[in-house]
């Protein structure tokens, strides 16, 4: 029997058992070693605050619409961080691949079947397994860069310093930009400046956008890339960012942007909001991108040792304590950064 972790309802996780599934032609059975919880976007199905869950999503004309809702309690296997290893194949001809470490998007659950190209995202050798659950988390942090097209020698703001911010404050030093972090919460501000970050600054204590332009003389950033999905520091990352320039919205924010005050710095100075999501990359880079290759390329850069990814994990915890996993990120977020659901010996 294998497991999987199931929202009941709002703010009500299970551990459920479930049979194991078997593979069949052109399919591989995968057994989940490792499962990380992602802060945002997970919580939003954990909280009941999802758009899934009030509206209903239409693939064709991309519009939610009134209606049924897309998505309902019970939710099985939310997730999309995993890593895990090919235990059987449903294809002779695929038999090479039993025993490969590969990572993907199959949610929290110990077992599950998935297409053969599903271990087409291989391990490379020598990579720590678990960094595995930040080849599609860095995919989200790497797509925000592009979108942010920074260019060397630019001033950058990265505003929020959990595990997506703090790969964007990396990248975008290596795409030689100078670096500001701004966080409320004081060890993510000193992890930044200890992965690299320039300059830190609280939100809370400090007047950001002030702050920005005195250091710039008085242009603001050339660039500001939001990973809170928080409005109020979407409203103060338009008024950090320069006349006439870019901010990059990748948070996933929830209910009504009150916090925003559109008249003010984003109408006078132009500002751009761009929205950044994982679905797609900028329409001129597509040609050449994809998040397979940004996925890649994270794991990459980690693995040469220009990308520090295992500085993030700050707990590791056994699959059938998911529970008070989500309880922890749920009521003391301030307290984790990348919480990892550890499947080895789970049985």
């Known amino acids: 029997m294998g497991h999987l972790v199931r929202f009941s309802s709002p703010r009500t996780v299970d551990v459920v058992e479930v049979e194991d599934p078997t593979p069949g032609p052109g399919e591989v059975l995968l057994e989940t070693v490792y499962s990380g919880i992602s802060a945002g976007t997970e919580l939003t199905a954990y909280r009941g605050t999802n758009p899934y869950l009030t509206s209903e999503w239409d693939p064709e004309r991309k519009l939610f619409v009134p209606g049924d809702s897309t998505m309902s309690y019970p939710i099985d296997a939310w997730g999309y961080e995993e890593v895990g290893r090919v235990a059987a194949v449903g294809s002779a001809s695929d038999e090479d691949l039993v025993g490969e470490l590969v990572w993907g998007s199959w949610g929290h659950r110990a077992t599950v079947v998935r297409p053969v190209g599903y271990a087409r995202a291989r391990l490379l050798p020598g990579v720590e397994p678990m960094m595995g659950v930040f080849g599609r988390i860095g995919a989200i942090a790497f797509n ?68 920005v332009r005195a250091a710039t003389d008085n242009r603001g950033a050339d660039v500001v890339i939001e990973m809170s999905g928080a409005y109020q520091a979407l409203h103060e990352a338009v008024r950090t960012v320069g006349y006439n320039s870019r901010v990059v919205a990748s948070g996933f924010f929830q209910g009504p942007a009150t916090p925003l005050q559109l008249g003010e710095e984003f109408h006078h100075n132009r500002i751009a909001i761009i929205c950044s999501q994982i679905s797609g990359v900028a329409a001129h880079l597509q040609h050449r991108w994809n998040d397979l290759r940004m996925s890649r390329t994270v794991l990459s850069l980690a693995h040469d040792g220009k990308l520090a990814l295992d500085d993030l994990v700050t707990h590791v915890i056994p699959a059938k304590s998911a529970p008070d996993a989500f309880d922890m990120l749920d009521k003391n977020p301030q307290d984790a950064l990348q919480v990892v659901l550890d499947y080895r010996n789970a049985a």
């Open 144 to 211: 925000a860069i592009l979108d942010a097209d920074i260019h060397l020698g630019e001033s950058v703001v990265v505003f929020g310093a959990g595990v997506p911010g703090q790969i964007v404050a990396q990248l975008a030093r290596l795409n030689g930009a100078r670096v500001t972090v701004v966080d409320p919460v004081p060890t993510r501000r000193a992890l930044a400046k200890r992965l690299g970050a320039d300059e830190t600054l609280d939100p809370t204590s400090d007047d950001v956008a002030a702050a």
